[in-house]
């Protein structure tokens, strides 16, 4: 069984600390889709802890729903767990967090092996200190290098099939082409109107 996203973008009302505030202190800005309609676990892993397979520290794992997230999100998050029983790693984000990322961190694994056949199908294998067995055993050693710990990006076409392999880094997962950079610059700019703190991402998977 696949795994989805789903999620919204609150922002907390900039008088919600003021006494004569009786509202709600953080409204739904935006659904998560369309801005990100992807289904990638490696930015799964990397950002909330979910189809970890690389063995990231996640940013944001298991906070569960905010105590005081909005009505609407709230209703929807409930809706989707009695409906669905599969539904698990509620866990939210703040837009500070997000902005002040280390781009550069790596997981523990060396890297992404990505197999394409004829038909685009991909294969994608976790890289540690070895080339799988079976991949060398029907393509040989790739020719980015004997082992993984000195091997570099690159692409091997072959044939029927085409690797490519690189080293995994949350500017890899997270940044240009990933489909998240719709998601941070929203939230950037609300950022600038209810501050970094203000702005938050909640999620789930089912």
């Not at 996640?58 to 999100?73: F, Q, T």
């Not at 038909?119 to 790739?142: A, G, N, T």
């Not at 490519?164 to 489909?179: D, F, H, K, M, N």
Request: negative net charge.
């Amino acid at each position: 069984m696949g795994t989805d996203i789903y999620g919204f973008i609150e922002t907390r009302h900039p008088c919600a600390d003021e006494d004569w505030y009786d509202g709600e202190p953080w409204s739904v800005s935006t659904p998560l889709y369309p801005l990100y309609d992807g289904c990638d676990y490696d930015a799964f892993g990397c950002l909330f802890g979910v189809r970890n397979r690389l063995g990231w520290t996640p940013v944001a794992a298991g906070r569960g729903l905010p105590a005081d997230a909005s009505e609407a999100i709230r209703h929807d998050y409930e809706k989707s767990v009695h409906i669905d029983t599969a539904v698990h790693g509620c866990t939210w984000v703040a837009w500070a967090e997000l902005r002040d990322l280390d781009m550069t961190v790596r997981p523990a694994a060396r890297g992404v092996l990505q197999i394409r056949s004829a038909k685009s199908v991909i294969h994608q294998y976790r890289i540690d200190d070895q080339w799988p067995e079976e991949l060398v055993d029907l393509y040989s050693i790739p020719p980015f290098g004997v082992s993984p710990d000195r091997a570099l990006a690159g692409r091997w076409d072959l044939p029927d099939v085409t690797l490519e392999y690189g080293p995994s880094t949350r500017q890899a997962v997270l940044g240009p082409g990933s489909g998240w950079e719709h998601v941070f610059g929203v939230m950037e700019a609300l950022g600038r109107r209810f501050r970094p703190d203000g702005v938050r991402l909640v999620v789930w998977f089912d």
